[in-house]
């Protein structure tokens, strides 16, 4: 498998709560521009995905730890990192960092949905040939 | 033209930001939600709307000044009322309010477009014919 | 141990993506706010308990399954149901409905900290009374 | 003044509705991020401001006018131009652009307050300065 594949954010006001910290719903978030990241960094465009291939990516699953709160301002690093590629779905370990703290950690599990029926259709085979090819 | 149209919310903490105070953009939530209750209130639900009629509203120029701020656990009023109905497009006011103290106000424009091209269209006449009726 | 407790929510354009559906992220709001609703019906107002009792609960780990979509206009239920109570943290099993159709299922940690030094502490006494204590 | 700032951002799942694009009240997100990127552009980290000076700002009034709709994938450049600095408040030209399409325009005012009382207070000097040199 492909090694970590890393995407760099910025906290702004839009992601904090009252705590003074970022409201733990927007890591979600935070996750998925990182998995959108990595699948154009692997080669596939979401928009294309669905109008070329017929094919879409939706989140089946979240289980995320929160371990450190992140502030305004914070500089942060998520992760992406396949866990388990199966037919239809896969399992990605996702993590989120300031320097050398972990914030946050998640297991995503996406599956590979029909875009017209929205019904479970294997995930193409040059994505998870992709996914599998070592980096250069 | 129709007396005013109230909806009651709370704020949550999803609402908030680091300030402590509810996030200005979600205002801009809280009068959506206030439309949509209030066109519900009329008959017109969204969904049938475009599919039954063909027709979508959709928010063209907001404008919102924020006067004074709301704290997780406020429970809102907001409120909305026809400022000037076109053929295409009508402007409604909207406001929130904590007990007596008004928090932000606004001028939303929304237009009507067909929901096939996005283009504009007339509002349909059963909707202005609700509006104009005054509430018995 | 308590009843579930429901609380009931509508789904705005706000809490749905491009995908015609509600935005996963957004489940973990609408658990949020059955949450906040459930504490306020057994007498406690998390502001409050904030400045008066000087504690805090924070999310700590939140597992969701997402099961069916919702859509624009959807009327959910969302529950709360207390799984485990501990001395520093309690377990929530949360599920959204619409109508008989299950939607999303939830387990959620929250975590009680002191207000001031964001460390464990204590889950006030008088709310896990509360919660134990069978609805009449 | 200063030449106008750019700022680039993609537009995730996160911040498109039903409609299939991008949720109207997102642009006040968009452009909070660049006036953010802006000011640290200029020397004034937000949360050093509040810190250090004793100062914050607040949007206190936003326009908004949606011309053409985001999609998901897209690439934007929201950029910030002061029109109008005041003791105590600024006004500030932000648009986003797709390539050469304005999507959105918007006027928004900024109030600097004290961060311990909420109070309008005097811009630092040091920010009216910074946006009022001239670019090398």
């Known amino acids: 498998m492909n090694d970590e594949f890393e995407f760099a954010l910025r906290v702004?006001?839009?992601?904090?709560?009252?705590?003074?910290?970022?409201?733990?719903?927007?890591?979600?978030?935070?996750?998925?521009?990182?998995?959108?990241?990595w699948l154009r960094a692997l080669g596939f465009e979401q928009e294309r995905l669905r109008t070329e291939l017929g094919a879409m990516f939706v989140v089946s699953a979240t289980g995320v730890r929160y371990l450190?709160?992140?502030?305004?301002?914070?500089?942060?690093?998520?992760?992406?990192?396949?866990?388990?590629?199966?037919?239809?779905?896969?399992?990605?370990?996702?993590?989120?960092?300031?320097?050398q703290t972990?914030?946050?950690?998640?297991?995503?599990?996406?599956?590979?949905?029909?875009s017209a029926d929205f019904k479970p259709t294997r995930i193409p085979a040059a994505i998870l040939q992709a996914i599998d090819t070592p980096a250069p």
């Open 12 to 37: 702004y006001w839009e992601d904090t709560d009252a705590g003074g910290v970022v409201f733990y719903a927007n890591y979600l978030k935070f996750f998925e521009r990182a998995r959108t990241e």
């Open 68 to 99: 450190s709160p992140a502030r305004l301002d914070d500089q942060l690093r998520v992760t992406v990192k396949p866990l388990k590629l199966g037919r239809v779905s896969m399992d990605l370990v996702q993590q989120a960092w300031r320097g």
């Open 102 to 114: 972990l914030l946050a950690e998640s297991e995503i599990r996406i599956g590979c949905v029909g």
